[in-house]
């Protein structure tokens, strides 16, 4: 994957991570690792491994948190009470 699609996977997963955080399966703390790293999809002075990196720690904290959501069991949409 060249640096441009790298960028585009960051802006990408950056905004499925408002939208989880929006409806709560997300928290700030969960994304304390990816923010730490202080390289956003708009960094364009950053290098190709720093922009790796933040996809990974971003990835990883988006799919732990899902995974965990669903295992909750809050996944299902509520059933109709009658």
């Known amino acids: 994957?060249?640096?441009?699609?790298l960028l585009h996977l960051h802006g990408l997963l950056v905004t499925?991570?408002?939208d989880l955080r929006d409806e709560g399966v997300l928290?700030?703390?969960?994304?304390?690792?990816?923010?730490e790293?202080?390289?956003?999809p708009v960094a364009l002075q950053a290098s190709r491994s720093d922009h790796e990196r933040a996809?990974?720690?971003?990835?990883?904290?988006?799919?732990?948190r899902?995974?965990?959501f669903a295992s909750?069991?809050?996944d299902q949409p509520?059933?109709?009470v009658g």
């Open 55 to 64: 996809v990974q720690t971003l990835a990883a904290a988006i799919s732990e």
């Open 1 to 5: 994957m060249n640096k441009t699609e």
């Open 66 to 68: 899902i995974a965990a």
């Open 37 to 40: 790293l202080e390289v956003t």
């Open 72 to 74: 909750d069991g809050r």
């Open 16 to 18: 499925v991570a408002d």
């Open 27 to 35: 928290t700030v703390a969960d994304l304390e690792p990816y923010f």
């Open 78 to 80: 509520e059933q109709a």
